[in-house]
Every structure is written in C-alpha cells, then in structure tokens.
C-alpha cells in the first residue's frame, strides 16, 4: 500500500507522515518512509537520533531506478537493485524498523530545480505498485501544489490532503482535490488536523460538503504534538496514548481497511 501526504505548509504532513508510519510498523507491515521534502524531517519527526540521521544521504536515480529503452524506443524503468540494499546504503532505520529514505534535496544555491527528482519520485512509487500487502510505503512530500502539476504523487493507493481548520489552509484542500483526481488517483481523501473544537469541526465540512471532497478523518489539536517536536521526539514515544495519536492510529486503520491491505497480525 503505498500512501502520500500532502497540503499547505505547516499542516501536519510530516508529523501525520512519521506517526502512520510508526502506528503500520507497531501493527506487524513493514514499513518505508520516504521523504520527498527538499527541507526534510521525518527522520526526527520518526525518531532517528539526529547524529544517526546525518547518514542520510539523497538516493540518486541511478543508484533506485534502471532504466530501458524497448524496441519502439519507449523508456522503462524497474527498481534497479531490492528496495533493502538501497535503504542500507543510502537510508537509516527509524524505531519499529521503519526505513527511511531521503528522496529528494536542493543542488545548492542558485543551481536550478530539482523536477527530475520529482521524477524519479514518482516513477519509484510506480515501481512499489506490486509489492507485498504486509508492505507500507507512506511519501512525505513539501508544501506545494507542484506535486499534482508534476504528478509526483500520482501513483500511490491513497492521497491524503492535510489541512488546518482554517480557511486558507481548507482552500489549498480545495484545489489539490481536483487536481489529484485529474491525475486519476482512486482515494483522496482529507485528513483535517489542529482540530479544536466543534466550530473547527463544522467549518471543516461546511467547506468539505461545498467542495465535494471527502473527509477521512480528523486529528486533535494536541499540545503533546510541539511537546515531542522540543524534545526532539517522535510523538509516538513522547505520548502513545495522546488524543493526535490516539486519532492518527484510527485514521491507519481505516486507512488500511479501504486502501486494501489487512493488518498482517490480524490475518
Ligand atoms: N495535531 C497537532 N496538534 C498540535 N500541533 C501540531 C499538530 N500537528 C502538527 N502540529 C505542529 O504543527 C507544526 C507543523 O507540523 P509538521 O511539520 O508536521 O507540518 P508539515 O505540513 O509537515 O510542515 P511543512 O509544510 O513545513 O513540511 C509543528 O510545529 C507541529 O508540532
Ligand atoms: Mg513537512
């Protein structure tokens, strides 16, 4: 099951991105977190020391993907080399064995865009279509609409569009949805998070029922949240029991029910 974050910057993508991901892990799948944010963190937000996270190193395309041109002249490209071999060389592991990739970084200032790095982005995830269904990859992305223009996140089981409840934020919602659907992703779906209270709550599907698009979940404002991040601590072990993880570990489950894949200590 491959699964995608994104939404307005600040939202909660990375936060809800590394907790998914800590929650499968806990629940038997086997887990790979791939962040696809220049400016990334869901190695801390995972809970990888930060001395251990500088091993990270951006994993070039060469080093994930292979490619073939066919007879007609049409470019294929596989997985160049088992997903394993490519996290010991280039990834960390995270608590709960979750593997971590960097996917993509800047060139440096002033050296250009990155679009082939969203390229490969998206043609990995193509690539993790047909694996295992105790499998999860969960894709951090950065804060843009970019991912819907350049469909970086165009091949994964489900979308899911974080936002805040507030209006800007419930906008940006507004015209990812569309677009995902555009690129013909099956499951969109909005998870709203920083919840409050029951005006939140109604403003979040007033919005959603004007705007056609389905809300999946939502996440409490949780102070335990910016607690952990101070600590440098992945929210799961900061606070298992936290109402946002107490919400973001029923949000993998119904995840899971409707994306396809049963959690492998219940079958
Ligand atoms: N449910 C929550 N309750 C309280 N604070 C939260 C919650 N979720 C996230 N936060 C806080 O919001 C901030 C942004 O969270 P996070 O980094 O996960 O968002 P993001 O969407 O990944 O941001 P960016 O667009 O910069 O990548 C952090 O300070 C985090 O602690
Ligand atoms: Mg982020």
Known sequence: MRIALTGKG?????????????????????????????????????????????????????????ERTDNGGQAHAHLARPLDEVLAEFGVEAPDRVGVLTMTGLLGAGQGCICGQHGMVREVMEQLADRPSDEVTILDSEASIEHLSRGTVRNVDALLVVTEPYYRSLETAGRVV???????IERVWVIANKVRDERDRAAIYAYADSHDLEILGIVPYDERVAEADRRGRALVDHDPTSPAVVAIAALADSIAARAGSAAPSAG
Do not use: C, H, M, Q
């Not at 590394?18 to 799948?29: D, I, M, P």
């Not at 569309?178 to 013909?184: H, K, M, N, W």
């Open 178 to 184: 569309p677009l995902a659907r555009e690129l013909g």
């Open 10 to 66: 600040g939202s909660g993508k990375t936060t809800l991105a590394a907790t998914l991901a800590r929650v499968y892990a806990r629940r038997g799948f086997r887990v790979n977190a791939l962040d696809g944010d220049p400016n990334p963190n869901l190695a801390a937000a995972l809970g990888v020391p930060a001395d251990e996270a500088t091993r990270l190193r951006r994993v070039p395309r060469e080093a994930i993907l292979d």
